[in-house]
């Protein structure tokens, strides 16, 4: 019992030590929860702070975040990513133009 949860602090303590392009590696080769955990944590806010810029509303903001985590988790094994920072900065600025666009429609018609 003492020696899964020492392996499962190493893998914790290794998992957050990878750089950006080593997670999305990783999570490719096995669909590591864990490992999508940890590219949640370190881009919550910056996907939060795109989503405020475009979409001017909090909880509208909230709501994009998760259907941008959403997105990426059913697509990034698709996907080959040179620059994982910006690349992610451009899906979710995307993802809330895609929303603008959509809401502006629905009011046209």
Same mark, same amino acid.
């Given at each position: ?18 750089? !950006? ?10 669909? !590591? ?29 909230? !709501? ?10 059913? !697509? ?34």
């Amino acid at each position: 019992m003492f020696l899964k949860s020492g392996n499962k602090n190493k893998k914790a303590s290794k998992i957050k030590s990878m750089a !950006d392009e080593e997670l999305v590696f990783a999570f490719k080769q096995n669909g !590591d929860n864990e490992i999508f955990g940890e590219i949640f944590q370190r881009y919550t806010h910056l996907v939060f702070g795109v989503c405020m810029k475009y979409l001017r509303d909090e909880e509208g903001a909230k !709501d994009a975040v998760m259907q941008v985590f959403e997105k990426l988790f059913n !697509d990034l094994h698709r996907q080959e990513i040179q620059s994982f920072k910006s690349w992610i900065y451009t899906v979710a600025k995307n993802h809330c133009l895609m929303k603008l666009r959509k809401g502006k429609t629905i009011l046209k018609e």
